[in-house]
Nanobody, 121 residues
Framework: QVQLVESGGGLVQPGGSLRLSCAAS????????MGWYRQAPGKQREWVAT???????NYADSVKGRFTISRDAATNTVYLQMNSLKPEDTAVYYC???????????????WGQGTQVTGSS
């Protein structure tokens, strides 16, 4: 079994900062890309950022320059540092990881349970 557990969400004023964390645990042989998605009320889930196993990062245009994704390979943890938060960043944020559970298997997608981020004064 593999689990992704997020933490760090909360209420923050516009212009403020939050740091999300997501730790993967369980039967993990290796992890490829890790990333973050978000889903605002009444909207579809959208991609936010990705970091590869080689630490190459990509961001959605809406968060570029404000959010930073990073990972700690030793602890299978991915982070999302969110600065200059806007009300439109309000959403449930989901962690995603492509994980292989044995040396010959495929990488399969796993999701966290989500953490709420609310940008409001």
């Amino acid at each position: 079994q593999v689990q992704l557990v997020e933490s760090g969400g909360g209420l923050v004023q516009p212009g403020g900062s939050l740091r999300l964390s997501c730790a993967a645990s369980g039967r993990i042989f290796s992890i490829n890309a890790m990333g973050w998605y978000r889903q605002a009320p009444g909207k579809q889930r959208e991609w936010v950022a990705t970091i590869t196993s080689g630490a190459i990062t990509n961001y959605a245009d809406s968060v570029k320059g404000r959010f930073t994704i990073s990972r700690d390979a030793a602890t299978n943890t991915v982070y999302l540092q969110m600065n200059s938060l806007k009300p439109e960043d309000t959403a449930v944020y989901y962690c995603h990881a492509a994980i292989r559970t044995n040396p010959t298997g495929h990488f399969y997608p796993y999701w966290g349970q989500g953490t709420q981020v609310t940008g409001s004064s």
